[in-house]
């Protein structure tokens, strides 16, 4: 059965770093695109990045610049690292397996 796993969130400091990272389990490989959206309380889901299998990426306005998608397809994960963090960057990031799959979450909170 399919899973998604993510890792890598916690409480971190404006200007930080942070490199989050999900596993597709319960499969041989994917073909389909990969990638994270967050959703802040009071908010809805935004889209951050997205990389499909050759390696195209998209990221979304609010971590454009500042954000690089990485994929590794023999073992199906995924990594986030955003860099020159801010405090609106505090949400729940979830990885997201096309065309419906959801991890379940893991909290940033960036302090001022």
């Known amino acids: 059965q399919l899973r998604l796993v993510e890792s890598g969130g916690g409480l971190f400091h404006q200007g930080e770093s942070l490199r989050l990272h999900c596993a597709a389990t319960?499969?041989?490989?994917?073909?389909?695109?990969m990638g994270w959206y967050r959703q802040a309380p009071g908010q809805e889901r935004e889209f951050v990045a997205i990389?499909?299998?050759?390696?195209?990426?998209n990221y979304g306005d609010g971590v454009a610049g500042r954000a690089t998608i990485s994929r590794d397809n023999p073992r199906n994960t995924i990594d986030l690292v955003i860099d020159n963090l801010k405090p609106e960057d505090t949400a729940v990031y979830y990885c997201?397996?096309?065309?419906?799959?959801w991890g379940p979450g893991t909290q940033v909170t960036v302090a001022s």
């Open positions: 319960g499969i041989q490989f994917t073909l389909a695109a």
């Open positions: 997201h397996l096309l065309p419906d799959n």
């Open positions: 990389v499909s299998l050759d390696g195209t990426t």
